[in-house]
């Protein structure tokens, strides 16, 4: 089975998430606006909304470009390009899964983005970079750049780069066995995008803390987090975490020897791309496909699917889809005792890796060669400009000096200043502290004679207060008489409702929401069975609390009586009868003025004879909840 257990990681973050350059401009209106624009930054900025719009493309014309770009920026000593001339090679080196070399121009990009102080694109490109030792499996250097830009975003407030980040930290932590560290900072950003409604950034978090859930064997814990990623992927209309949702549903069901409910996901994520060319895609339909019958010991019709699957494998040149599938057919060919033909496919798909690990090999050689020439003349002309940065330091050092010489001066005269109006005021004061202690003398004798008032009134208000205390400790017997009388009106309520045992063998699926507001409950649910008939209801009492307590046990009572009096009536028998119990009950004649107690009910009856349901309801509608 394909191991679909690696964390999801928002690998593209790095590649889309740029300051102000949007892949969706139109490339020929670009090209036009570089030709008219007169002003030298602001062209360069457009190339760089052109340039991020290209990486995709041929080698030779994106280098082209970026090559404009830096030497524009270079001889107009603008930072800010020089950094983004860095981060687009980035870019362009991770797409080409030259993740080494992306590294080292992001750092780069990081050193000139400090220049020009742009934070925001510093924790991205932090971000990029961590993203790049994850793609090489060096999981523990990764944590390190991950938590970095996490404290710029926290820094700038900035909650879309801040849920990223807990994602891909969390996503880190779990690749090195620290699965506790993991889930800590993805619930944290659960909680963040549940704040801001980032229902993409929930779908990414449920599908990881999966992941952790089923590794750990907790399989219901693992179903109900891709149930909520496949919920927050519908959200989003987002086919591809659709996708992830399908794919991760069908393995656990496999995992779980469930292999007729797993064939159930593999069909949703086969017609979620049925009109789909892309050759990983139907890769992956075969390989959910031929898993599922494998499980299900259609070992003959499985191998028909992976045969597809390790055909489009070996098309494409990607290794480890090849030994995937042919570890699926060895396993499908050895269930039907044909040893020769899984030792075959085990044998061929390992040759066939190898050779492409070689050819992969040799292209990355030319292309480090290529790059090593290239490095060799960035930094000639590297040192030329920092020859210039150094310039233009030793002045501003200069500037700094003469500034800071003058402030001092300027701070010498303004504190002899102050010494000579604080000695001035603290004169004044003297004088007045004398005239002050002769005005206090006379007031301590005037504060003396109130103290022995406020004496005399201390002693009466701790009467009046052990008066209220007495009061309080007689209102609190009370209370606490009456609250545990309810409490045991309660346990009378609860022993009247149907037990929980009986239900479960009435209705195997079902459930109960029931929340009382009050320790007590004018609400109540009802079943019962006579002979094959089973009767439900819900319903909830005028009032709350004691008095809608003692009308459920009315109800309860008089629906016990009406099923065994009468047979086999009907759901709406069993409500008009009802009605007229009540009204005798309650001696209600429908005089205008008079109370008006009852209840509002929902009742069904499963006839299962008939395999008929019967509905009745007193202001209460029935929802049926179907998956067709």
Not at 61 to 76: A, D, P
Not at 413 to 435: D, E, H, M, P, W
Not at 596 to 625: H, R, T
Request: aromatic residues 12%; glycine residues 4%; proline residues 2%.
């Amino acid at each position: 089975m394909m191991g679909y257990n690696k964390i999801i990681l928002i690998l593209l973050f790095c590649l889309f998430n740029v300051l102000t350059y949007s892949n969706k401009q139109n490339k020929e209106l670009l090209i036009k606006e570089i030709q008219k624009e007169k002003d030298v930054l602001k062209k360069i900025d457009l190339m760089l909304s052109l340039s991020f719009s290209q990486t995709d493309t041929d080698s030779v014309s994106f280098f082209n470009q970026v090559e404009k770009i830096r030497t524009l920026s270079i001889s107009n000593n603008y930072n800010r390009g020089i950094a983004e001339y860095y981060y687009l090679l980035g870019d362009f080196y991770y797409k080409k899964a030259k993740f080494k070399i992306s590294n080292i121009n992001y750092e780069k990009a990081i050193s000139y983005f400090r220049i020009s102080k742009n934070e925001k694109r510093i924790a991205d490109a932090y971000t990029c970079i961590a993203v790049n030792f994850s793609e090489l499996s060096m999981y523990s250097e990764a944590i390190e750049p991950y938590i970095k830009s996490e404290e710029i975003y926290y820094k700038l407030h900035d909650t879309t780069g801040l849920i990223q980040s807990y994602i891909n930290i969390g996503a880190s932590y779990n690749d090195i066995k620290l699965d506790k560290k993991g889930t800590t900072y993805l619930l944290k950003a659960v909680e963040l995008a549940t704040l801001v409604k980032d229902y993409e950034s929930l779908a990414y978090c449920y599908s990881n803390l999966g992941i952790y859930a089923k590794k750990n064997k907790d399989y219901n814990k693992a179903l109900e987090y891709y149930i909520k990623l496949e919920y927050f992927a519908e959200q989003t209309l987002n086919k591809y975490l659709s996708g992830i949702a399908y794919n991760h549903l069908t393995y656990l069901f496999l995992e779980k020897k469930e292999p007729y409910k797993a064939i159930q996901f593999a069909k949703k994520y086969s017609n979620l791309y049925k009109n789909s060319t892309d050759p990983l895609v139907k890769y992956q339909i075969n390989i959910l496909y031929g898993d599922a019958d494998v499980a299900m010991g259609k070992n003959e019709e499985a191998i028909l699917y992976l045969k597809k699957a390790f055909d489009i494998a070996k098309k494409i040149n990607t290794g480890n889809l090849i030994i995937n599938a042919s570890n699926e057919l060895a396993i499908a060919y050895k269930n039907l005792k044909y040893y020769d033909k899984a030792f075959y496919y085990k044998d061929l798909a390992y040759y066939i890796a190898d050779s492409i690990f070689k050819v992969d090999n040799i292209k990355q050689i030319t292309e480090l060669e290529t790059k090593y020439q290239t490095e060799k003349k960035e930094q000639e002309i590297e040192v030329l400009n920092k020859n210039k940065i150094v310039q233009k330091l030793e002045i501003e050092k200069k500037q700094k000096e003469i500034k800071q010489r003058n402030i001092i001066i300027f701070g010498i005269a303004i504190l002899l200043i102050i010494i000579i109006g604080f000695s001035v005021v603290v004169y004044r004061t003297l004088q007045q502290k004398r005239k002050a202690n002769k005005l206090l003398n006379q007031k301590n004798n005037e504060i003396q004679q109130k103290n022995e008032e406020i004496l005399s009134q201390r002693d009466e208000i701790q009467a009046q207060r052990d008066e209220v205390i007495l009061h309080r400790d007689k209102i609190a017997s009370q209370q606490k008489k009456i609250t545990d009388s309810i409490l045991y009106a309660s346990r009378i309520q609860n022993a009247v409702l149907p037990p929980l045992e009986n239900i479960n063998i009435l209705l195997p699926e079902h459930f109960i929401l029931f929340k009382p507001r009050d320790i007590v409950s004018g609400d109540f649910y009802w079943v019962q069975q006579i002979k094959n008939r089973t009767y439900i209801a819900v319903a909830d009492c005028t009032g709350h609390g004691v008095p809608g307590a003692f009308m459920s046990m009315l109800g309860v009572a008089f629906l016990n009586e009406i099923i065994t009096k009468f047979n086999n009536p009907t759901a709406g028998d069993i409500l008009n009868q009802l009605r007229i119990n009540v009204k005798r009950s309650l001696h209600q004649t429908g005089r205008i003025g008079e109370q008006k107690d009852g209840m509002d009910i929902s009742l069904c009856v499963i006839d299962k004879d008939k395999n008929q349901l019967e509905f009745s309801g007193a202001n209460n509608p029935l929802y049926i909840v179907s998956s067709k």
